[in-house]
């Protein structure tokens, strides 16, 4: 490991930075996640890792459990930490979530969110249809409103009125659970649409379908809400797959 995670590691809490354990931890995880770390790994032992980081045993002992509470290792007695396979992450933890977004290499986790909006946003569309108020209507519509303000699919104020957009449409769904979720994953989804914006076939072309979206859920039309949303979803699952082969996706998201 380079010196400069011993050195990010031992900061200490002044001037706004982190408290030592949580630089550690953030250290740590960003070593994972990128790789560096791999998958299956055993990590060095207790004293070696204090030595590393300059790290006490208390701090070093709040990380390893924040990483075995997200499934990241695995300690054994004898057997030493192993890093877990990480489909067995919990990438909605917001360190991690963080990480994964620093190191978008990993087309399975964008696709993975892809398959969970599937799922989700036609239902909330759907459901929005039925229980949205003329106030929450109006939400999405401003949303709408600014992605045609932003005239580009490459600026971050499309990618922003575009996050804007979905969550104001699963707000309205009335379902909390899907509104937990929405914010779970933002900071994900702002990530993929940021990637998948940039392999959109146009402005014109994105704002179409999303405004078949907008009209379906004013019309109070839960069916033809849910079949937009679907469509949408689709699009942007062949985006993102087009945007990962071409390496539009390989560079770190801010």
């Known amino acids: 490991m380079a010196e400069s995670g011993r050195a990010n590691a031992h900061k200490r809490e002044k001037g706004g930075r982190r408290p030592v354990k949580d630089n ?26 204090q030595e590393l980081y300059g790290v006490s045993r208390t701090t070093l002992r ?3 459990q924040h990483l075995v509470a997200q499934s990241m290792v695995r300690s054994r007695t004898r057997g030493g930490t ?18 994964a ?3 978008p290499k990993d087309e399975r986790f964008y696709q993975s969110l892809v398959d969970a909006r599937m799922v989700l946003e036609p239902a909330a569309a759907e459901a929005a249809a039925i229980n949205a108020t003329t106030r929450q209507v109006m939400v999405i519509a401003e949303a709408f409103d600014e992605m045609v303000a932003a005239h580009s699919l490459y600026t971050d ?11 104001a449409i699963i707000n309205a769904s009335g379902n909390w659970v899907y509104r937990q979720f929405a914010a779970a994953i933002g900071a994900a989804l702002l990530a993929s649409f940021r990637i998948t914006n940039r392999a959109s076939q146009s402005h014109e072309h994105a704002l179409s379908i999303h405004r078949v979206v907008l009209d379906a859920i004013r019309m109070r039309d839960p069916q033809e809400a849910r ?3 679907e469509s949408l979803v689709a699009g942007a699952r062949r985006e993102l797959s087009e945007a990962l082969q071409l390496g539009k996706g390989t560079t770190p998201m801010s």
């Open 82 to 99: 192993i890093v877990l396979p990480r489909d067995q992450w919990n990438y909605l933890d917001p360190i991690v979530l963080d990480a």
């Open 101 to 103: 977004m620093r190191h």
């Open 227 to 229: 079949r937009a949303m």
């Open 24 to 49: 550690l931890l953030h250290v740590l995880i960003d070593r994972i996640v990128s790789g560096e770390i791999a998958e299956g790994s055993t990590l060095p032992n207790e004293a070696d890792l």
């Open 157 to 167: 104020a499309w990618s922003q009125a575009d996050l804007q957009f979905h969550t």
């Open 62 to 64: 709040e990380s390893m």
